[in-house]
């Protein structure tokens, strides 16, 4: 069994090459999926908890994230992180564990480009503005993976609710022919951008559907539980539907389940997922005036593909 670190991670799951992977793996059958939660109350109260998101393709590779949340830690006095994961990778056929992965750097890597993937099918190609709302350790990510599909952005701008640490992002990350700067009007951004991406912990919409333009691409991935969301019903209503994998979006993203709940849209509004357009099954953007609504829900499923894509190339 090999060890693969944070840094190893970065450096073999570059944006152009993980895409095109995920991409491949979509067009194989949806593997199996399974999560475990556990929760403790800490000495303070907080709860604590232990989580296990697995995934199986049969006959090839299987694997869980095994990941640690501990609000405290970030106030401790040793600093740790709230959030602490490793991925453990094991053969398919055989059962014999194969690699333990950096669980952190495989979660930035996956989630960016699993929105990048999105973007390669909806987003228009003469997309030329990018606005990233949120500051956050996703949002560097989501950047280079969203600039990685679509090189034809030359503006990225950054919003995010405390303004100094939009700026401090945008004096830190640099990619070539690209201007990175912050903006302090969100609405103003949101309604010149192409590409509009949201990671944030907001517990209500900051995106609202009568801001976009026609055309806009809207990809959604900070809101991750029943009752949070980053856009309004007026974007639900004007965007075409997509998500990142049935299975782990409708039912548990606020996102969806909250306007399905309310009324607003059925499940058969769900245009495709990305099992669905990377086999063809759908075609993605269908006009140049399309507003494309993408949730990313996350998985397991795309756990295992990344690792399993670090794997191939250590080999």
Not at 59 to 84: H, R, S, W, Y
Not at 88 to 109: E, H, M, N, V, W
Not at 241 to 247: E, K, P, Y
Request: with cysteine; proline share 5%.
């Amino acid at each position: 069994m090999i060890l693969i670190d944070a840094e190893r991670v970065h450096a073999l799951l570059d944006y152009p090459s993980l895409v095109e992977a995920l991409d491949n793996y979509h067009r194989q059958d949806i593997p199996l999926l399974e999560d475990l939660l556990l929760e403790q109350p800490s000495a303070a109260g907080t709860p604590t908890h232990f989580f296990l998101r697995a995934a199986w393709q049969p006959q090839q590779d299987l694997g869980t994230k095994v990941i640690t949340i501990f609000p405290e830690n970030k106030d401790a006095d040793a600093g740790l992180p709230a959030v602490q994961a490793v991925y453990l990778l094991f053969d398919g056929s055989t059962g014999q564990p194969k690699a333990c992965i950096d669980g952190t750097a495989i979660t930035y890597r996956k989630t960016a480009a699993d929105s990048a993937l999105g973007a390669k099918y909806l987003a228009r190609e003469d997309t030329e503005i990018m606005l990233m709302v949120g500051a956050g350790a996703m949002a560097p990510h989501l950047i280079m993976a969203h600039t990685a599909v679509r090189p034809s952005i030359r503006k990225v701008l950054i919003w995010n609710r405390t303004a100094s640490a939009a700026e401090k992002l945008a004096s830190t990350l640099s990619l070539d022919n690209v201007e990175i700067r912050a903006t302090d009007n969100l609405a103003s951004a949101a309604g010149n951008a192409d590409v509009i991406s949201c990671a944030t912990m907001s517990p209500s919409p900051l995106i609202q559907g009568k801001w976009l333009k026609p055309g806009t691409h809207l990809d959604l991935v900070g809101a991750f539980t029943k009752e949070t969301r980053e856009a309004d019903d007026d974007a639900v209503r004007r965007g075409k539907l997509f998500v990142d994998c049935r299975a782990t979006t409708i039912k548990d993203c606020g996102e969806i389940c909250i306007p399905i709940a309310t009324g607003i849209i059925t499940e058969s509004d769900i245009r495709a997922d990305h099992f669905d357009l990377c086999s063809a099954r759908h075609p993605g953007r269908e006009q140049a005036e399309d507003i494309t609504f993408f949730k990313n829900g996350g998985g397991g499923h795309l756990d295992l593909m990344t690792a399993r894509f670090a794997y191939s190339r250590v080999e």
